[in-house]
Structure formats: C-alpha cells, structure tokens
C-alpha cells in the first residue's frame, strides 16, 4: 500500500507558475511509476504527466512545454512544475502512484488560474 499527500497548490494568475510536491509513504522506486492527473469542474480526470520507475517521462499534449514531471533527491517525492499556466489548467490535481496491480491517489491539491 502507499499513501499519497500533495501539496503546492494554490491561486496563481495565467501566465504564471506552480509547483506540486507529492510524498510516497515509500520509495518512488519500488513503484511502476507515478503521475500527475487533474479533474476539471465538470470533467473527467485526465493523465497530465508520467514518470517511470527508469525516469522516462510522459505528457499530455496540453501541458507539453510548460510542465514538467521530476524525482526529488529524496527517494519518496515527485514534482510538477508548471509554468506559463492557463486558464483551462483550473483543476484539482491528484498525485499517482502505479504498482503491479492497483493504482494508489492522493487526495488533491486544487489549482486556480485566474485572468
């Protein structure tokens, strides 16, 4: 099992940056991989970005070029730094966390973009 907390969250004005922090209850290595989703209002909840276990990285094609999916040093966190956000990126991210067989969340962090 794995417990996931998000942080970084937040309101931020378009054009603007953000960065999520999420911390694994163990070592993000012993996982397939890890990932970023959001939910809009409304929405389904969509893959923002992927990180595996040998660190290659996946984006959705929304957020390609602004987003970018990383390992910390220590051995239990993923980030997502987003820059040049917009007003569509206004959603709750979850953190993600891959195993064999299940798929573990965090909670949530909303992001607002606002104009």
């Known amino acids: 099992q794995v417990q996931l907390v998000e942080s970084g969250g937040g309101l931020v004005q378009a054009g603007g940056s953000l960065r999520l922090s999420c911390a694994a209850s163990?070592?993000?290595?012993?996982?397939?991989?890890m990932g970023w989703y959001r939910q809009a209002p409304g929405k389904q909840r969509e893959m923002v970005a992927l990180?595996?276990?040998?660190?290659?990285?996946l984006y959705a094609d929304s957020v390609k070029g602004r987003f970018t999916i990383s390992r910390g040093n220590a051995e239990n966190t993923v980030y997502l730094q987003m820059n040049s956000l917009k007003l569509e990126d206004t959603a709750v991210y979850f953190c993600d966390a891959k195993t064999n067989n299940l798929d573990y969340w965090g909670k949530g962090t909303l992001v607002t973009v606002s104009s």
């Open positions: 990180i595996t276990s040998t660190g290659t990285t």
């Open positions: 163990r070592s993000i290595l012993s996982l397939n991989a």
